[in-house]
């Protein structure tokens, strides 16, 4: 399969490049949680094996850097990012650069561990009604926002009216109907109909709870002043300094309502577009965590660092997947054969072994292979260039016939995908341009507005299929905005699947639902998936309890804690 001349060429010369960025530094910005973030555009929003695979892959062990002993309180852990957020309020924004601060100083109802089940936050207890219509949340006593007046039912419920009517992931929210507040300690989420996702969408990074005693003064609340000014929050740092171009300062909360937490005094969020200099600040130990590394190279220059742990475990939740994504409007790529016979010649396994270096995982779904709804036994081919060809065949197109283009997300790694797939389909004589966008909102506008024939994109799982998979394949959800169903595709039996998923209470009823939406899509291939990134991060060895959980750094680090 690897003997094809292209194949060869392009891994010669990637090798030489990643040879060259492994000296000098590699500069192409491109991180997992950089590509889908409202933080750095002005779009709408900003994807292996299971862990233990990736682990495997080429990550160093987790407790590398673990030491014997009870946690220590106190030191500051500087955290490197690329990251430039906008504001601090997660309610109304969505993306990494606002959620990694975010929930730090703002507390959620719940936690998720490992098995994406959910654990008590600022919610003790909770409790979903038989018929799924309402969830109640009964509250930590004695919880204070930063200012010192204390956190009640009614800051829930505005926190929750105000995420639904403002965030992005629309999904996430729509089906509540209000918020009753019995008592100061007791929330009861109504809904218009069951909601699986309701618990997971009240995730640190998803569902901040902000003071309603600051935020409900009439103004609008996407540009509230106190979203970055004089930020109030309620999680385990308070803020102190804040510069979205350079640092975010936080000092620990004494009267975090978990007893003797945070450990750390302080988190300081460098920010760099640089990845370059995070990985020099790793190696020598003046960067203590970063999940900001840059491409395939500087990850495999720090696996070879032995006072450096390096990982790719951790935000699993949030489940990026890169994939080549098709017009279906257009008058060639409505043909399903065609489509078809694109996907056979594009070799997936080359991509992540070769290109990427063992760094990224073949993935042939649209859920992430992490994700509990993934379908493994989703039918899907090896690479086949006769086959690619009997397909163009049939479906009446002559070798040579069909003239495409394809785009990319600027400014990424994303580039050495599209001229792969450009060599790749001229293996199967179909004559394929690069149509490269200047910038991040020329690309969205074109992708999202429909003019374009393919793009490499990256997309975002979100922790459930109801808040970042179904947008993407619901027939009415094409609004002219990036990262919602820019293909075009319309399949009845898609949405009838993901209406009856995005409510059905039943595991493994709602599992076998999304089993058959991947079988159909992996049919209709309005979407030929390539490859996981998963979010490589690396730390020093005195970081301990490091966030490697299904959110990673988009997660309070009140349990992180630094060996002396």
């Known amino acids: 399969m690897y003997g094809r001349p292209i194949h060869r060429l392009l891994a010669m010369l990637f090798a030489l490049s990643l040879v060259a960025a492994a000296c000098g530094g590699d500069d192409d910005g491109d991180d997992a949680e950089a ?106 006593e004695g919880a204070v926002f930063h200012d010192g007046e204390p956190i009640t039912s009614e800051d829930v419920a505005f926190s929750i009216i105000t995420a639904r009517d403002n965030h992005p992931f629309a999904t996430m929210f729509a089906p509540v109907t209000g918020v009753d507040t019995p008592d100061p300690q007791t929330a009861v989420i109504n809904l218009s109909q069951p909601h699986p996702a309701i618990l997971l969408a009240m995730s640190p990074g998803l569902l901040p709870i902000i003071p309603k005693h600051i935020f409900d003064d009439g103004q609008d609340m996407k540009t509230h002043p106190r979203n970055s000014e004089d930020f109030v929050g309620s999680g385990p740092f308070k803020l102190v300094e804040f510069n979205p171009d350079s640092i975010i300062r936080m000092e620990r909360f004494e009267d975090f309502f978990i007893p003797d937490r945070p450990y750390l005094d302080e988190i300081i969020i460098e920010i760099t577009p640089d ?43 949030i489940g990026p997947i890169q994939w080549l994504e098709f017009n279906v409007a257009d008058p060639v790529l409505s043909s399903k054969e065609v489509r078809q016979a694109i996907a056979d010649a594009v070799d997936r396994d080359f991509l992540a072994d070769t290109i990427d270096q063992g760094t990224t995982f073949p993935t042939p779904t649209g859920i992430a292979p992490a994700s509990p709804f993934h379908n493994h036994d989703v039918e899907t081919d090896e690479a086949d260039l006769d086959k690619a060809k009997q397909l163009l065949a049939d479906a009446g197109f002559a070798d040579g016939e069909i003239e495409l283009t394809i785009d990319y997300i600027p400014g990424t790694a994303q580039s050495a995908y599209a001229e792969y797939v450009v060599q790749a389909l001229e293996d199967i004589g179909i004559n394929t341009e690069l149509s490269v966008s200047p910038d991040f909102p020329t690309w969205a506008e074109r992708v999202s507005g429909g003019n374009y024939q393919m793009t490499i994109n990256n997309v975002w799982n979100w922790g459930d299929p109801v808040i970042g998979v179904h947008r993407t394949y619901l027939s009415d959800n ?74 990673g750094h988009m997660a309070p680090m009140h349990e992180v804690w630094l060996a002396q």
């Open 478 to 551: 094409r609004v002219g905005v990036i990262w919602t169903n820019n293909t075009g595709y319309e399949n009845a039996d898609v949405d009838q699947i993901l209406a009856e998923a995005g409510q059905e209470i039943d595991a493994d009823a709602r599992t076998k639902l999304y089993a058959d939406f991947q079988d159909i899509v992996a049919e209709d291939v309005p979407i030929h998936f390539l490859t996981t990134p998963p979010f490589w991060q690396a730390y020093g060895p005195k970081v301990q309890n490091p966030p490697i959980g299904i959110w």
């Open 35 to 140: 590509t889908e973030t409202e933080d750095t555009t002005e779009a709408t929003e900003a994807e292996s094996e299971d862990t233990s695979d990736t682990t495997a892959a080429g990550s160093d062990e987790g407790d590398a850097g673990a030491v014997d002993g009870e946690p220590v309180a106190g030191g500051t852990l500087l955290i490197g990012s690329t990251q430039v957020p906008r504001h601090l309020n997660g309610t109304v924004q969505s993306g990494y650069a606002t959620a990694v601060p975010g929930t730090q100083l703002n507390a959620s109802p719940l936690l998720f561990d490992e098995n994406f089940e959910p654990q008590p936050y600022l919610a003790e207890s909770w409790e979903i009604a038989d018929d799924g219509l309402s969830v109640t949340l009964n509250l930590v």
């Open 275 to 317: 990845p370059t200099n995070i990985v020099l600040g790793l190696e020598n130990g003046t960067t203590d965590l970063s999940a900001s590394l840059g491409g395939s190279a500087n990850i495999l220059r720090l696996q070879d660092n032995p006072d450096v742990v390096t990982t790719a475990d951790g935000h699993e939740a």
